[in-house]
């Protein structure tokens, strides 16, 4: 079986769409900030016999190591028509992604179950940040066996519950977060990249304020409830923190378990001191915006930061697997001498990672 590939670059992308991207995800792509960092494809297909066999995605991007920058990419949406899987045609397109970067440095952010063991094949280092989930809507949960009265009644009871942990939280929030206040703000401001900048991280993706922008003002869904949202954190009118939130929709979700369900994720924050803002602060601010504002169903959040983890799980928050994320280095990669960068702790960690905040 002989197998090609076509490299498509985002100009190629908007004259001859194809049936594995929309519009909307076309016209998101193309406002990648760094779209144009050593002409890393955007979309890559493979073809067998001129037909396509099978689709990814790729989103340039640059890390910093000791804030030197270095080009890099991420993907998503990898798909292989069902009539010719079997034949290692994910596995293939993943290489050619993973070495669409000239520095041949690539990062990928809340991996799949499914995904996890390509990566793993293909040699990637990865790291297990852990996942939690908290429940506000219980509807959710029971809505596949239950209907009518019955699906409110039960729901409405259970409900009571699950409002527990966000007592604790209010409370909290109330006695020792009230000091900051919190602004939601359109466009990152310069203040959001000196709070990024500020992180002393050997390693982490550059998030500047084009790539801020770039995540508040486009989306891979034409659905209205899917957005994300900016907010700067400021003590005595000083700026000290940001934290950025996500909401989608999901018609299906946990394997189909769970149904029209509203998902809130905190994808990114960061403080200009964590003695005097903390991550687990940003945390709760974010969880109270999401509960609040967006009146979600779940708030899922994934972090690798031990105290901001502990103070979650006594909070009420549930562990629900861990974030998977993968660096991969090609064998002529300049990431090779920084051996330490297989170390987690070295590593910035966000969920709003690679291509993860947009999808």
């Known amino acids: 079986m002989n197998i090609t590939f076509q490299k498509i670059s985002i100009t190629e992308l908007e004259n001859n769409q194809n049936q594995f991207i929309s519009k909307t995800q076309s016209i998101t792509l193309k406002a990648n900030p760094f779209k144009d960092a050593d002409n890393i494809p955007t979309q890559i297909l493979a073809k067998i016999d001129g037909e396509i066999a099978g689709s990814i995605l790729c989103f340039p991007s640059k890390i910093l190591v000791n804030n030197q920058e270095f080009t890099s990419n991420s993907g998503s949406s990898l798909y292989v028509n069902p009539l010719y899987r079997g034949h290692g045609i994910g596995t293939k397109l993943s290489i050619q992604r993973l070495n669409a970067s000239k520095n041949k440095i690539s990062l990928a952010a809340g991996l799949s ?65 009230n000091r900051f206040c919190i602004t939601q703000i359109k466009h ?29 003002d486009y989306n891979f869904s034409d ?5 994300q949202d900016l907010y700067l954190v400021s003590k005595n009118n000083e700026n000290i923190g940001f934290f950025m939130t996500k909401v989608r929709f999901k018609e299906k979700a ?27 602060e940003l945390c709760i601010m974010a969880i109270n915006k999401l509960y609040k504002k967006d009146k979600v169903d779940i708030i899922d959040i994934m972090t690798d930061d031990a105290d901001t983890i502990s103070f979650l799980r006594k909070r009420g928050l549930k562990k629900n697997g861990t974030g998977n994320f993968a660096i991969y280095t090609g064998e002529d990669s300049p990431l090779n001498k920084f051996p330490e960068y297989k170390v987690q702790t070295n590593w910035r960690i966000r969920p709003a990672t690679s291509d993860n905040g947009l999808s």
């Open 113 to 177: 179950h499914m995904s996890l063991p390509i990566f793993k094949k293909l040699g990637c280092t990865i790291f297990y940040p852990d996942r939690y989930i908290l429940f506000i809507n219980s509807k959710i949960l029971y809505s596949k066996w239950l209907k009518g009265i019955a699906l409110s009644i039960i729901s409405k009871l259970t409900n009571v519950i699950l409002k527990i942990p966000l007592l604790w939280i209010t409370l909290y929030t109330h006695l020792k977060v």
């Open 254 to 280: 946990g394997q189909g378990k769970l149904k029209n369900l509203l998902i809130g994720s905190i994808i990114e924050w960061g403080s200009i001191n964590p003695q005097i803002l903390t991550d687990k």
């Open 223 to 227: 659905n209205s409830r899917n957005h």
């Open 188 to 216: 990152a401001t310069e203040d959001i990249e000196k709070i990024f900048n500020a992180d002393t991280h050997t390693f982490k993706e550059l998030h500047n304020i084009e790539w801020f922008n770039w995540h508040l």
